[in-house]
């Protein structure tokens, strides 16, 4: 254990002393990753989607602008996308992406990075991770963050399995292709489970981990993992949703690990020294719980000269 | 020589001046009810334009029977439902964002506060030394 702490604190001290490249580093791989599997899924565009310069020039971009920025030109990389299948579909998703905009990111620019992020996580199968560190690490109105990501990413998944079918429509059936694809959104009974599902895990993360309990972080995601999987699996068997269960199992199995090890760098506390103060002011009387961090003291290298 | 209990105060108000006070000085910075007041207009035109773009979608995806059924229909009752609806829509949203934002001031106001303390205390160091010099 103190091992790993010692590892922790090393991160930290590399991550502080070299932020001013890192960061960037970061939003420039990070913008890469989302741009590339667009066009990996939806490439359907040649312009930007036929060679790699241009996502690199615009991941080049997103390294010094603020983190929204990614999600603003994936926003964008999806819309153009969608209009080189048909301009309905490009209309849909423009329409999608700005509702998010105005209505919500407008007042809560801070977890916008969710809706790049959520996609890409299920592409990697493990979805699960994002609304079990959202209910640790923001509050509950994030859950409408997950909610764009979601909706996000099937309308990608949409586009990518009905592009020839769409494209075949006559070009004189305009109405007829919106129909199509408004129809295949808002009818996808898979998209509505999901959506109850991560909002379920969201809240009872958030709630379970401001109790006051002994290893409230962990039962939290836990009990917000279950129950998750629950709510998917009878959604499944209620609406024949094609979830598979496996894929599912270890999904939120590897959702789980990730989220101890990301509790290992945000929650670290040694339950076993918890103290129970008891003390009074004028004004109140104040019974506190006070848990210590577990932390590791650094190791102190002295440099000896000897002439 | 170097305070260095004044060296770390003034660290953490610059560290916050540059991230979190910027934004809560921007909102401090306007009266509650002007800071409202504009946040809710800006929230008005916010919903105005979601609604617009609903409402285009909605028509899009029935304008077949929309344009059949334009001639029959009762143009003054199809006005006042989608007027109705607006109203609603917006007005749900202006609250929200009232909620929100009266929070978001309230918060700013706090976090200000404790500031304005950090920088008493400051002038109050700086008095005890040239005292003391």
Redesign the interface.
């Known amino acids: 254990m103190s091992a790993l702490l010692e590892m922790r604190e090393k991160l930290r001290d590399i991550y502080s002393k070299g932020e001013v490249y890192l960061t960037p580093l970061f939003k420039f791989l990070l913008a890469l990753v989302v741009l590339l599997s667009i066009n990996a899924n939806i490439g359907y565009m040649d312009r930007i989607a036929g060679n790699i310069i241009i996502p690199l020039i615009v991941a080049l971009m997103c390294s010094f602008l603020p983190m929204n920025f990614i999600v603003l030109f994936g926003a964008l990389f999806v819309c153009l996308n969608s209009y080189a299948v048909s301009l309905e579909c490009g209309?849909?998703a423009l329409?999608a992406f700005?509702?998010m905009f105005?209505?919500y990111f407008?007042?809560s620019s801070k977890d916008t990075i969710v809706v790049a992020l959520l996609p890409l996580m299920f592409m990697l199968k493990i979805p699960y991770i994002i609304p079990i560190a959202v209910g640790l690490l923001c509050t509950p109105l994030s859950v409408v963050s997950v909610a764009c990501g979601t909706v996000a990413y099937y309308l990608v998944l949409f586009i990518k399995e009905n592009a020839q079918t769409i494209s075949d429509l006559e070009t004189e059936e305009a109405?007829g292709k919106?129909?199509f694809v408004?129809d295949g959104l808002l009818g996808n009974q898979e998209i509505i489970i999901v959506l109850i599902a991560f909002s379920v895990i969201v809240i009872t993360v958030y709630v379970i981990r401001m109790l006051s309990i002994d290893h409230s972080w962990t039962i939290g995601m836990c009990v917000g993992g279950v129950l998750g999987a629950t709510i998917l699996l009878i959604g499944d068997l209620s609406f024949d949703t094609h979830i598979s269960l496996l894929s599912l199992i270890l999904g939120m199995i590897a959702s789980l690990l990730l989220a101890v090890g990301l509790q290992f760098f945000v929650f670290n506390v040694d339950y076993s020294r918890t103290e129970y103060v008891q003390f009074e002011d004028d004004e109140y009387y104040y019974y506190v719980k006070a848990v210590p961090k577990n932390s590791v003291p650094q190791t102190k290298v002295k440099v000896k000269k000897i002439h | 020589m170097i305070n260095q209990e004044r060296l770390r105060l003034m660290t953490k108000m610059a560290a916050y001046e540059a991230d979190e006070g910027k934004k809560n000085m921007a909102i401090a910075s306007y009266f509650r009810s002007d800071y409202m007041g504009l946040q809710i207009i800006k929230s008005i035109i916010c919903a105005t334009i979601a609604y617009l773009i609903i409402f285009g979608l909605f028509i899009y995806y029935d304008f077949e029977t929309f344009m059949q059924d334009i001639y029959k229909m009762d143009l003054m009752a199809f006005g006042k439902n989608v007027l109705l609806y607006y109203v609603i829509f917006v007005v749900a949203y202006s609250l929200i964002c009232y909620i929100v934002y009266s929070i978001r001031y309230y918060k700013a106001k706090k976090s200000l506060k404790k500031y304005y303390n950090r920088l008493k205390q400051l002038s109050a160091m700086y008095d005890l030394e040239k005292r003391k010099s």
């Open positions: 209309i849909v329409a700005v509702l105005i209505l407008r007042f109405i919106f129909r408004i």
